[in-house]
């Protein structure tokens, strides 16, 4: 996907997906908290069963390993009717894995909702490649 093609709901939204990524660097949970629709629920490859918003902001928070770095690809991004966006995408993250780090590869399909002028994540999925 050619970011320069976007239109410009579609760039907001994708600004919005890597606004989330940053949070993880800094691993601030309020603004993650902000984020994220208060009926927020997500699912993680690998993972028994889905999760809500106060498990996806502890993720970001400091008990979760540190993320150093990340690289994002889109793959689709699509508005329905100014309201409903959906992202699907791959990253690249380094993450702390004790005193080294680790590339974890992986790809999202998210789900954000339009309220206010403001794009809040509804619902996630996916997570690390080669888990199941």
């Not at 993680?44 to 996806?56: F, L």
């Not at 080294?100 to 309220?115: A, F, H, Q, T």
Request: net charge negative; with cysteine; proline share 6%.
């Amino acid at each position: 996907m050619d970011l320069d093609q976007l239109s410009e709901e579609q760039a907001q939204l994708w600004s919005r997906v890597d606004a989330l990524w940053k949070l993880s660097l800094t691993r601030e949970t309020a603004p993650v908290r902000c984020a994220l629709h208060a009926s927020y629920t997500g699912w993680v490859t690998g993972q028994p069963e889905p999760h809500d918003r106060e498990a996806a902001v502890a993720s970001a928070g400091p008990s979760s390993p540190r993320v150093l770095s990340y690289r994002l690809t889109p793959l689709r991004i699509t508005i329905f009717d100014g309201i409903v966006g959906v992202v699907h995408y791959s990253y690249v993250a380094e993450v702390e894995a004790g005193a080294d780090s680790k590339n974890v590869p992986g790809r999202w399909s998210e789900v954000y909702l339009r309220k206010n002028g403001e794009w809040l994540m509804i619902s996630v999925s996916g997570g690390p490649d080669g888990q199941r």
